[in-house]
C-alpha cells in the first residue's frame, strides 16, 4: 500500500514529546495541526502500556468508557478476528528487531460494526539497551483504495459474466499448483470443455438468452465438480478444469464421459428448453508438457480433434494430433492464398426442365487450381473454410462473380431463366446477404427472380428461428429458394411445410438405384407427390442414365439435374 501514506514523522515525534506535559492539548496552534492531518495519529507507551490517538482515529473507532486507561489491548479487540495474527506478528517483529518502520495493513472495526481497512505505520525509541519502549505513528483509512484493488483484481483475474476465474487466474493457479507441490511429477489434467453450437445459440435466440446459458453451464459446472476442482472460463463458450487428483487416464475418461452424458440430459435457458452437448478435450502433466502455455494449447488440441470428430464427446491429446491440427492450418492459409491470388473460378451445369427437355437454369459451382497441387475437390476445402469462417469470404467472390457473369448472359441474350447459388448456414445469418444482393443486382441489372440461392437441410436446422427470418426477407424480395441435399440431413416433413423453399433438391443418393428398386422409386414418388401437394417444385440431381430420367418423368419429377445432361463446365456457349 505505498504512496498512499505520508507519514508525519516531525508530528509524531512532537506527540512524543509533548504528552507528559499536555501540550497536546493546550496549544491551539498543535492542536489545528492535528486536526488539519487527513491521518489518524497514535502514541503507544509500552512499558505503561499506555495507548492514545488523536481525534481522526476517534470519528471512526469507538470511544473508550475511560480513555485515559486505553491499552493496546482495547485496540486490538478491533482489529478483524482473520488479521489479528497478522498484526500480533507484525508488531512483535518490530518490537524484536528494535528499528526502522512499523508497518501493518488490517481491517478494524468503526462506530457502525463495519469493518474499513486501515494502513498503520510508525516508528520506535528505544532505551539504552536497545529496547522499543514507546511507539507513534498513523492510522489512514484506505478502505476505498483497497475496495478499488479488489475490484480491479477481479476485473484482471475474473469473468464478470459468470464470476469464475479467467484465463490469467488459471494460469496463476497452475504455476501455483506447480510450485508447492510435495511430488512435482504427480499427474495432473487439463480438460478443456466446450459447448457445441454454442454460436447457434446467439444467432437464433440472441446473446441475452446466450449469456443466460453461460451462467447456467458454469453453474452445472460448480455444482457438478464440486470445490476440490478448479474451474475457470478462458473464452466465450470454453471452460477450463484443473484437475489434481486422478488415478489413471482411463478412469478420468471414463470420469468425463458420465459427466458428458450427464450434461446431454440437462435442460438451459430461459424456458428450460434447451437440450446441449459439449465437447472436451484433456492434456496430461507431464505428459503432454510441463507449463501453462503448453498444456493449454494440447488441450484445446485435444478439443479440436474433438469438435472435429463429430462434438459430444472427449478426446485425449496425442501427437498425430498436432499433425493434422498443422495440416488443417496449412489448408487455411492455402484457400487465403487462393482467394488472394485468384485461384478459384467458378463452372456451371445444366438444370433441366424434364417435361421439355430443355435446359431451364445452371447450378454455379466453384472449383480450385492449385499452383501445385492441381484441381481440389469442393469437398476438401469447403469444410476446412467453413470451420475457419472463411466461407464467408469465399462466398462474398462468388455472388460477385456469378452476378457478374450473368450480366455477360444478358448482355449476349443468352441468360438462362435463373441460376443456382449455394450458401452455407454461416453465409445466410452471419453476412450482411441481403445488403450484398442488392447491391449486386443494382450493379450488374440482375433481377432477384433470375438467381436461385440454395441451402441444406443441415444448415437451417442449425440456424433454425434467423434462418427463416432471413429466408423469408429474401423470398418477399423476389428471390428463388431451393433446399439441397434434401433427405440427407433431419429430414423433418414439418420443417419442409414451415420454409419457404420454391423448390427441393433430392440427394443423388435416392436417384442412384432409382432404375434397380421398386422400394426407392416408392420413396422417391411419395416424396415428389408431397412436395407439390405443398406446391414445391423437385429437382432429381444426380441423374446419369437415361433409365433414371424416364422413371423420373412417370413420376412428374420437375427438373433433372447430371452427367445425362450436361458436367459442370467453366463457359457455356449457350446456356439457355
Wanted: charged residues 30%; negative net charge.
Amino acid at each position: 500500500m505505498d504512496g498512499y501514506i505520508v507519514v508525519l514523522y516531525g508530528l509524531i515525534r512532537k506527540v512524543e514529546m509533548k504528552l507528559k506535559n499536555k501540550w497536546l492539548n493546550n496549544s491551539p496552534m498543535f492542536q489545528m495541526m492535528l486536526e488539519g492531518a487527513k491521518d489518524g495519529l497514535w502514541f503507544w507507551d509500552v512499558e505503561k502500556d499506555l495507548y492514545r490517538m488523536t481525534f481522526q482515529d476517534r470519528e471512526v473507532v469507538p470511544e473508550e468508557e475511560k480513555p485515559e486507561e486505553a491499552s493496546i489491548e482495547g485496540w486490538k479487540a478491533l482489529i478483524h478476528p482473520e488479521d489479528l495474527d497478522s498484526v500480533n506478528e507484525s508488531m512483535d517483529k518490530f518490537l524484536q528487531q528494535g528499528e526502522g518502520i512499523y508497518e501493518s495493513t488490517y481491517r478494524m472495526k468503526g462506530k457502525d460494526d463495519k469493518y474499513y481497512w486501515v494502513y498503520s505505520r510508525g516508528i520506535g525509541k528505544t532505551d539504552d539497551e536497545g529496547k522499543i519502549i514507546q511507539l507513534a505513528g498513523s492510522h489512514t483509512d484506505i478502505t476505498q483504495q483497497v475496495e478499488l484493488n479488489d475490484k480491479l483484481y477481479r476485473m484482471a483475474y475474473y469473468d464478470a459474466l459468470t464470476n469464475l476465474p479467467n484465463g490469467e487466474k488459471a494460469r496463476e493457479y497452475f504455476c501455483d499448483v506447480i510450485h508447492s507441490r510435495k511430488v512435482p511429477d504427480a499427474s495432473l489434467a487439463f480438460i478443456f470443455v466446450d459447448i457445441d453450437h454454442f454460436s447457434y445459440i446467439n444467432n437464433t435466440r440472441g446473446y441475452e438468452e446466450g449469456n443466460r446459458v453461460l451462467r447456467e453451464m458454469a453453474d452445472f459446472l460448480r455444482g457438478f465438480l464440486g470445490s476440490d476442482v478448479f474451474l475457470a472460463r478462458v473464452s466465450a463458450d470454453e471452460f477450463i478444469i484443473i484437475l489434481e487428483k486422478f488415478s489413471t487416464e482411463e478412469s478420468l475418461q471414463r470420469k468425463i464421459r458420465r459427466h458428458i452424458k450427464f450434461f446431454s440430459n440437462a435442460k438451459f435457458g430461459r424456458g428450460k428448453d434447451l437440450s446441449l452437448t459439449c465437447s472436451v478435450g484433456v492434456a496430461i502433466y507431464p505428459k503432454d508438457g510441463r507449463d501453462y502455455d503448453t498444456l493449454v494449447q494440447r488441450a484445446s488440441t485435444a478439443l479440436y480433434s474433438a469438435k472435429k470428430n463429430g462434438k459430444d464427446q472427449c478426446m485425449f491429446y496425442d501427437e498425430e494430433m498436432s499433425r493434422r491440427v498443422y495440416q488443417m492450418n496449412d489448408q487455411m492459409q492455402q484457400i487465403k492464398r487462393g482467394i488472394e491470388n485468384g485461384e478459384f473460378h467458378m463452372v456451371y451445369q445444366p438444370i433441366t426442365d424434364i417435361a421439355k427437355g430443355k435446359m431451364q437454369g445452371l447450378e454455379a459451382l466453384i472449383r480450385w487450381d492449385h499452383p501445385t497441387r492441381g484441381p481440389i475437390s469442393p469437398k476438401e476445402f469447403i469444410p476446412i473454410a467453413e470451420e475457419s469462417k472463411q466461407i464467408t469470404a469465399i462466398e462474398g467472390w462468388i455472388l460477385k462473380e456469378v452476378h457478374r457473369q450473368c450480366a455477360r448472359w444478358k448482355r449476349e441474350n443468352i441468360m438462362p431463366e435463373f441460376v443456382s447459388i449455394n450458401l452455407s448456414g454461416r453465409g445466410l445469418i452471419e453476412s450482411n446477404l441481403i445488403g450484398i444482393l442488392k447491391e449486386l443486382g443494382a450493379e450488374y441489372g440482375i433481377a432477384p427472380k433470375e438467381i436461385e440461392l440454395e441451402i441444406t437441410e443441415t444448415a437451417v436446422m442449425n440456424c433454425m428461428t434467423r434462418g427463416v427470418q432471413v429466408l423469408e426477407k429474401l423470398k418477399t424480395l423476389g428471390y428463388q429458394l431451393a433446399l439441397d441435399d434434401f433427405g440427407t440431413g433431419y429430414s423433418s416433413l414439418n420443417y419442409l411445410n414451415q420454409l419457404p423453399f420454391n423448390r427441393i433438391k433430392l440427394d443423388r443418393s435416392f436417384i442412384e438405384d432409382i432404375d434397380q428398386s421398386k422400394r426407392q422409386q416408392f420413396i422417391v414418388k411419395a416424396i415428389i407427390t408431397l412436395c407439390h401437394n405443398l406446391r414445391t417444385q423437385v429437382i432429381a440431381e444426380g441423374v446419369e442414365r437415361e433409365s433414371q430420367q424416364r422413371i423420373l418423368e412417370k413420376m412428374d419429377c420437375d427438373y433433372i439435374q447430371g452427367y445425362l445432361y450436361g458436367r459442370p463446365e467453366r463457359t457455356l456457349e449457350n446456356p439457355c
